[in-house]
């Protein structure tokens, strides 16, 4: 049981460790490119909501180290971080 949880305890680390929230990915990100594209810097949104006619997305927790896109058809129109090392 012991070693099952410290296997599990092992991976969660290791996940954390690679976040792709960086300020090194976000330096990445370039106006026009499309959600798939900024996918593949940053990896799934944890959140997108759609607002007259633009699909917001979110990597991170906007409370705290995040990530915004803005995409309107299909194209990012605005970005922004906070909390990025």
Known sequence: MKRNLAMVLLGALALTGCSKLTKENYDMLEMGMTQEEVE?????????GKTLGTLA???????????????????????????LK
């Open 40 to 48: 593949s810097i940053l990896g799934s949104a944890d959140n997108c």
């Open 57 to 83: 997305c979110v990597w991170g927790n906007e409370e705290a180290k995040h990530v915004k896109v803005v995409f309107m058809a299909d194209k990012a129109v605005t970005f922004t971080y906070d909390g």
